[in-house]
């Protein structure tokens, strides 16, 4: 089985509130669909999460009873942002609900713990896809906290012990430095602990859930000598398709562990 994220980045635009990338994850979903490999997807919250979440500092838990709608105004954006991913997966013949993360998961100082992982498991064993995805959950230290889709995968990879994992985002792989910025980035095939470390910060990209440093080091903790992580360009036609049956593409993936 193959556990993929799609990134915030790949199915909305980050920097305008609410837009969703119709066209990419109808693609996206049907690429998932023809290449035949058994999958559990989860995806990130992008604009419909991330642009209020910043603004009110909820990623750093309870400060201000100002924050109090605003965790609401996002647990009801990215359900609606769910319902259209669950929508195109629905449309390419992938069997699929959505599962907010607050229904099996608590939070405790920003650490994500799963509660009761019967609701997945229950779903995945009759051949229904659960859907998970970025949102806002109550913190037993903090109130409440963001919940990425990193950290469902991570959390996700644990319960499942998938072959692979993938996430899909708007870049080729991780770079020496930060390619939209940066024209002389080299594309990083593989990484491993040692050469992340190396890695120059620009590469960083600032939001709410941590940047590309954050993620390649999930990846890592992920990773094994007998599981791939690997971070993928999900806006380029097929490439998601080809990874997942198997076919070498441009692609970084993380190797050897954390």
Do not use: W
Not at 28 to 51: P, R
Not at 62 to 82: C, G, H, I, M, W
């Amino acid at each position: 089985m193959i556990l993929i994220k799609l990134g915030g980045s790949v199915i909305t635009d980050k920097t305008q509130y609410r837009t969703f990338n119709v066209e990419t994850i109808h693609r996206l979903c049907a690429e998932i669909k023809e290449s035949g490999a058994d999958t559990i997807v989860a995806h990130g919250a992008g604009s419909f999460g991330h642009v209020i979440a910043k603004e009110y500092s909820l990623q750093n838990g309870f400060t201000d009873p100002k924050q109090v709608s605003a965790v609401a105004r996002v647990q009801y954006d990215v359900r609606e942002l769910n319902l259209m991913v669950i929508n195109e997966l629905l449309s390419a013949g992938i069997p699929a609900v959505s599962v907010p993360p607050g229904s099996c998961f608590m939070m405790d100082n920003g650490k994500l713990l799963l509660n009761d992982p019967d609701v997945l498991l229950s779903a995945s064993e009759l051949g229904i896809m659960p859907v998970m995805f970025g949102d806002v959950v109550f913190d037993k230290s903090k109130g409440f906290g963001i919940c990425s889709g990193d950290q469902i995968i991570e959390v996700l990879c644990k319960l499942y012990d998938p072959e692979k994992v993938v996430f899909v985002s708007d870049v080729d792989g991780l770079f020496d430095k930060d390619p939209k910025t940066n024209p002389t980035a080299k594309l990083l095939t593989e990484v491993t602990s040692e050469i992340l470390a190396s890695v120059s910060s620009e590469s960083d990209i600032a939001d709410v859930t941590g940047g590309v440093r954050a993620k390649m080091e999930a990846m890592l903790r992920m990773s094994s000598p007998e599981r791939d992580c690997v971070l993928v360009n999900g806006t380029v036609n097929g490439r998601l398709c080809s990874l997942l049956k198997g076919d070498k593409v441009i692609s970084t993936a993380a190797k050897g562990g954390l």
